[in-house]
C-alpha cells in the first residue's frame, strides 16, 4: 500500500544528470579549462550517486533481512550487454534483462515483467529477412492481456534466446503476429482440450515446416501415379515395340537361311575354275579344226 492505494511496482529514482546551459553558444577547446572542470565535476557526481545509492541498498537489505527473513528478498541488477530497444507502449525504450524480470526504468510507465508470472514467449515476425520482430509475453493468469514488446531489432534475437533459455522460459518463433484474444479465450473456455490437442505446439513453426515438407513429397509422389490414359499409351508403345522387334529378328532369320541355301566361296572359286577349264579345251579343239581344214585345202 502506497498512502491508500494498493501498489505493485514502486520505482526509487534520482537525476543523474545536471541540465546545462551554455550561455555563450560558442565552440569550445578540448583542453579548454572550463571544460576540463566541468567533466570532472560530472565524475564527481556520478560517483557520489553511486555511493548514494549503494547505501539505500544496504539499509532496505537490512530492513528486510531484520523483519521479513521468510521472504528470501534481493537485488537484482540488469544485464546491460543484453539489453534492447523495443516498443512496450507507445515509443520506444531501451529494455534490460534481469536475473528474475525484464524491465525498463527511464519512461514512464515503468516495465516490469517477472519471470516467474511468463508462461510462454512467441517471437513474431522472425525471418522474410525483416530487420525488426516482435515479442508476445504470454502470462500463466490467462485472464491477463498477452503483453507486446515490438519493433526489436533482430541483431537481438540470439541475446533474447539465450536469457529465455538461462531462465528456463519456454519460447518459439513465428513468421506471423497472432490474434491473442480469441486463443486466450478458446483456452480458458476449454482448457483440457487445449492440452488434448497439444497445449503450444501450435506455435511451433519446425513442425509446421516438417509437415510442408512431407505433404510436398507426398504430391510430388502422386504426380508420378501414372493415370489410364497413360498406362494405355505405355502398354501400345510397348506392343509396337514388341512388333518392331519381331520384324527385326525375322528379317535376320530370313538372311541367315538364304546364306545357308547359298554356295560358301570356295565352292564358287572351284565353279569358276572349271568353267574356265571348259572354255579353253573348246578353244583349243576349234582350233584343231581350221589348221586341219587349211591342210585339205592346200
Same mark, same amino acid.
Given at each position: 500500500?502506497?498512502g491508500k492505494?494498493k501498489?505493485?511496482d514502486v520505482?526509487?529514482?534520482?537525476?543523474?544528470?545536471?541540465?546545462v546551459q551554455?550561455?555563450?553558444?560558442?565552440?569550445?577547446?578540448?583542453?579548454d579549462?572550463?571544460?576540463i572542470?566541468?567533466?570532472?565535476?560530472?565524475?564527481?557526481?556520478?560517483?557520489?550517486i553511486?555511493?548514494?545509492?549503494?547505501?539505500?541498498c544496504?539499509?532496505v537489505?537490512?530492513?528486510?533481512?531484520?523483519?521479513?527473513p521468510?521472504?528470501d528478498?534481493?537485488?537484482?541488477?540488469?544485464?546491460?550487454?543484453?539489453?534492447?530497444?523495443?516498443?512496450?507502449?507507445?515509443s520506444t525504450?531501451?529494455?534490460?534483462?534481469t536475473?528474475?524480470?525484464l524491465?525498463?526504468?527511464?519512461?514512464f510507465?515503468?516495465l516490469?515483467?517477472s519471470?516467474?508470472?511468463?508462461?510462454? !514467449?512467441n517471437l513474431?515476425r522472425?525471418?522474410?529477412?525483416?530487420?525488426?520482430?516482435d515479442?508476445a509475453?504470454?502470462?500463466?493468469?490467462?485472464?491477463?492481456d498477452?503483453?507486446? !514488446?515490438?519493433? !526489436?531489432?533482430?541483431?537481438?534475437?540470439?541475446? !533474447?534466446?539465450?536469457?529465455?533459455?538461462?531462465?528456463?522460459i519456454?519460447y518459439y518463433?513465428?513468421?506471423?503476429?497472432?490474434?491473442?484474444?480469441?486463443?486466450?479465450?478458446?483456452?480458458?473456455e476449454?482448457?483440457?482440450?487445449?492440452l488434448?490437442?497439444?497445449g503450444?505446439e501450435?506455435l511451433?513453426?519446425?513442425?509446421?515446416d516438417?509437415?510442408?515438407?512431407d505433404?510436398?513429397? #507426398?504430391?510430388s509422389?502422386?504426380?508420378?501415379?501414372?493415370?489410364?490414359s497413360?498406362?494405355?499409351s505405355?502398354?501400345d508403345e510397348?506392343?509396337?515395340?514388341?512388333s518392331l522387334?519381331?520384324? #527385326?529378328?525375322d528379317?535376320?532369320?530370313d538372311d541367315?537361311?538364304d546364306e545357308?541355301?547359298?554356295?560358301?566361296?570356295?565352292e564358287?572359286?572351284e565353279?569358276?575354275?572349271?568353267?574356265?577349264e571348259?572354255?579353253s579345251?573348246?578353244?583349243g579343239?576349234?582350233r584343231?579344226?581350221? #589348221?586341219?581344214?587349211?591342210?585339205?585345202r592346200m
Amino acid at each position: 500500500m502506497v498512502g491508500k492505494k494498493k501498489t505493485k511496482d514502486v520505482q526509487f529514482y534520482m537525476e543523474v544528470m545536471e541540465a546545462v546551459q551554455n550561455l555563450d553558444g560558442g565552440r569550445r577547446n578540448m583542453y579548454d579549462p572550463d571544460e576540463i572542470e566541468e567533466e570532472q565535476r560530472d565524475r564527481e557526481r556520478e560517483k557520489r550517486i553511486h555511493k548514494e545509492f549503494s547505501g539505500f541498498c544496504r539499509k532496505v537489505q537490512d530492513i528486510w533481512e531484520k523483519d521479513f527473513p521468510n521472504l528470501d528478498l534481493e537485488f537484482d541488477s540488469p544485464y546491460h550487454d543484453l539489453a534492447f530497444d523495443g516498443v512496450p507502449f507507445k515509443s520506444t525504450v531501451r529494455i534490460l534483462p534481469t536475473a528474475t524480470c525484464l524491465v525498463e526504468l527511464t519512461e514512464f510507465p515503468p516495465l516490469v515483467v517477472s519471470a516467474e508470472d511468463m508462461e510462454v !514467449i512467441n517471437l513474431e515476425r522472425v525471418g522474410f529477412h525483416l530487420k525488426n520482430f516482435d515479442m508476445a509475453i504470454v502470462f500463466k493468469d490467462f485472464t491477463k492481456d498477452v503483453h507486446r !514488446i515490438d519493433q !526489436i531489432p533482430i541483431q537481438n534475437l540470439d541475446n !533474447i534466446k539465450q536469457w529465455l533459455a538461462t531462465l528456463d522460459i519456454k519460447y518459439y518463433e513465428g513468421k506471423a503476429n497472432l490474434n491473442w484474444k480469441p486463443l486466450l479465450k478458446q483456452i480458458r473456455e476449454d482448457p483440457d482440450e487445449w492440452l488434448v490437442s497439444g497445449g503450444w505446439e501450435f506455435l511451433n513453426n519446425e513442425i509446421d515446416d516438417d509437415e510442408d515438407e512431407d505433404g510436398g513429397g #507426398a504430391e510430388s509422389e502422386s504426380d508420378f501415379e501414372p493415370s489410364d490414359s497413360e498406362d494405355e499409351s505405355e502398354s501400345d508403345e510397348e506392343s509396337d515395340t514388341e512388333s518392331l522387334v519381331d520384324s #527385326a529378328d525375322d528379317d535376320v532369320s530370313d538372311d541367315d537361311d538364304d546364306e545357308d541355301d547359298g554356295m560358301d566361296w570356295d565352292e564358287l572359286e572351284e565353279e569358276a575354275m572349271a568353267a574356265d577349264e571348259e572354255a579353253s579345251e573348246s578353244d583349243g579343239k576349234k582350233r584343231k579344226r581350221r #589348221a586341219e581344214v587349211k591342210k585339205r585345202r592346200m
